[in-house]
């Protein structure tokens, strides 16, 4: 098996909508096309960045067709196919491989607060309906609940398309166990931007991001500075690359990384869908003043 399995930085790309809130499905391709050309090696598409919590199954099978044309088998696109629905899960993954997705984000169900075994059951229950690789998303914050490393070595023991972990409870510890109980071959994933450096230094081996949106040739040279022992390099390319992390963040995702990447990339990303509003006066002009000084825009 690859490690990393998908590509080493993976975009969770926003879903760009238009002024009347519906899907712009051909910016969406461009923007596609803009990352690929700008970082990325592959895509997660519809994930919590790409405001799939929104978006109805139509949608969902529409734009990932859109970007898997686009795309055409230059780089690997994931799908996010998370819902706190085991069945619901079942069928958007059965979906998303239909339209020719290389593999799926799947994150842990959220509000209902699973015990381990329900974590492991779900995960079970969906690796046995796809054959596609399967990417465990584990986000404490956004789902009420933490997948145990225990957890996630279980599933990879027993199901061979359990390939990675896409890793956002913001703990290194964490991240160590994970590698200590994890085969050699299976893929740790960042889910945060601002802690790859750290978590490369305990085992992970990629990051699937959303600052990659606007930068992710940033990303690329931190990872290529630690992995080639320049670790006094990547430490200062990490000092820089931090602040634009956090200005990412100053409002929920993804309202400051929609905004950004209409300013960045000349891509009109639109405003999200509710119940995220437009950024603030003051959240764009903290963006801004990041922007600047990362010398992304003038």
Known sequence: MTKPYFGRLLTAMVTPFNEDGSINYAAGA???????????????????????????????????????????????????????????????????????????????????????????????????????????YNVPGRTGGNIAPATIARLAKDFSNIVAVKEAAGNVAQTAELYRVLPDDFSIYSGDDGLI???????????????????????????????????????????????????????????????????VTGINAGAPRLPLTPISAAGEAVLDAALKEAGLVK
């Open 197 to 263: 450096l750290p978590f490369m230094s305990v085992g992970a081996c990629g990051l699937i991001s959303v600052l990659g949106n606007v930068n992710g040739k940033i990303l690329q040279e931190l990872m290529t500075a630690y992995s080639e022992a320049r670790v006094k390099d990547a430490a200062d390319i990490n000092k820089r690359m931090v602040p634009q992390a956090k200005a990412m963040f100053v409002e929920s995702n993804p309202i400051p990384i929609k905004a950004a990447v209409t300013k």
């Open 30 to 136: 461009d923007f596609a096309e803009w990352l690929l050309a700008n970082g990325s090696d592959g895509l997660v598409v519809e994930g919590s960045t790409g405001e799939a919590a929104t978006m109805n199954m139509d949608e969902k099978v529409k734009f990932m067709e859109t970007i898997v044309k686009r795309v055409n088998g230059r780089a690997k696109i994931v799908a996010g196919a998370g819902t706190n629905c085991t069945a619901s899960t079942i069928e958007l993954a059965q979906k998303m491989e239909a339209c020719g997705a290389d593999g799926l984000l799947v994150v842990g169900p959220y509000y209902n607060k699973p015990t381990q075994e329900g974590y492991y059951q779900h995960f079970a229950a969906v690796a046995k309906a796809t054959k596609l690789p399967i990417i465990v």
